[in-house]
């Protein structure tokens, strides 16, 4: 006589799963309710009329180990036949507005703690279903406390191409950054805010260092001035030219082994446009404030050229974009202008809502 052992670690077909399935409702529709109760509950919620299988609503005092960890499902890492739309690659995909403390050196030779919101993106090529986004995280934690501003950026993009076997990585971190100033004429002091951010990019096996800094200034329109002191002038009427609170978004790409303070950025804009907005003021502040800009007048074409002129004049910096938004008092809409050198910043597209991305909150 011949014994036949079934193969158990065969998968079953879909025929045969269809079959059982239909053999265990058979069964059911003759079992009392006492002998589907005894079904395993894995099984149970296949029965017709049967009841969702009663769950534990207690928290439980479990402790994940290896073999468990190594069970729980991992959609994102799954297999390309999981993908959803088509099998494209992704330029950039992780996180955005993730935040924690870093701390950055200061010119001085100092150091500050700041918060700082994150964004860290890879490549996904397209036959992988996903990434792990806590690994992002996970390696700004890891450097965070061990290093300063672009020395934790360098090793978590080191993290991400190894981690995640991505070709290109992105990472940038905005912070707030407080700078004291000094009143035009009173000598008084007050602490001025930078919205910059640090930007670091891999694609393709280059890195590419990227500083932003959003720098607020005034503006008075050179055309108003004339058109005020020609009423002066010529009827003895009084009239006061329109300024405006004024942004310049400036983005500049750092030349292998130059460094760069935030300060340096910062007094870099200062000097192209000499109008910065103002902290604490007395009322010698504010006539002084009135002067300086009845002495230097600009259109937000002037402001796009004078910082480019202060940028190709440091040698620290290559590529470079200006970003400049007047935001008028005299008009309902804002002037604005767009400059860039080199082929980082180069676009032939806009953002629809870049220019409204400019104005200044306070």
């Keep these: 006589m011949n014994i036949h052992t079934p193969d158990f670690d065969r998968k079953p077909s879909r025929e045969e799963a269809a079959a059982a399935l239909a053999t265990l409702r058979q069964w059911a529709g003759k079992a009392s309710d006492d002998e589907i109760a005894t079904l395993d509950s894995a099984v149970g919620y296949l029965v017709p009329g049967q009841a969702y299988p009663a769950l534990s609503r207690t928290y439980p005092q479990f402790r994940v180990d290896d073999a468990y960890r190594a069970s729980l499902p991992d959609l994102q890492n799954g297999p390309s036949s999981l993908i959803v739309g088509a099998k494209q690659r992704i330029q950039h995909v992780g996180i955005s507005n993730f935040r924690l403390p870093i701390r950055y050196e200061t010119r001085d030779g100092g150091e500050i703690v700041l918060e700082t919101s994150v964004t860290g993106t890879v ?94 200034y005034s503006s008075t329109c050179p055309c108003s001035l004339e058109l005020s002191e020609h009423a002066r002038m010529t009827r003895g009427q009084l009239a006061t030219p329109h300024s405006q609170r004024s942004v310049a978004r400036i983005s500049v790409v750092l030349k292998p082994g130059a460094v760069m303070w935030f300060e340096d950025l910062v007094d870099l804009a200062r000097a192209a446009v000499v109008t910065e907005t103002q902290v604490m003021v007395k009322r010698e502040d504010e006539q002084a404030f009135a002067e300086l800009n009845a002495a230097n007048p600009i259109f937000v074409e002037d402001a796009a050229r004078s910082f480019c002129e202060q940028l190709k004049a440091d040698r620290r910096i290559g590529d470079f974009r200006v970003i400049a938004s007047h935001q008028e008092s005299l008009h309902s809409h804002d002037a604005v202008s767009l400059l860039t050198e080199g082929e980082t910043f180069a676009a032939e597209s806009l953002d629809p809502r870049l220019f409204q991305s400019l104005i200044h909150a306070g």
């Excluded at 690994?135 to 700004?140: A, L, V, W």
């Excluded at 965070?144 to 990472?171: C, M, N, P, W």
């Excluded at 971190?173 to 002091?189: A, D, H, N, W």
């Excluded at 007050?190 to 096996?205: K, N, P, R």
């Design 123 to 216: 490549s996904l090529e397209a036959e992988k279903k996903g990434i792990n986004m806590s690994r992002i995280m996970r390696s700004f934690y890891g450097h965070a406390q061990k290093a300063f501003s672009f020395g934790v950026v360098e090793a978590a993009l080191d993290d991400y191409i190894a981690d995640l076997g991505s070709f290109d990585a992105r990472i940038q971190m905005r912070v707030s950054f407080p700078m004291q100033i000094t009143s035009l004429r009173s000598g008084l002091v007050g602490w001025q805010y930078y919205d910059l951010a640090l930007e670091l990019v891999e694609v393709a096996g280059v890195r590419k260092k990227i500083v932003h800094l959003d720098y607020v």
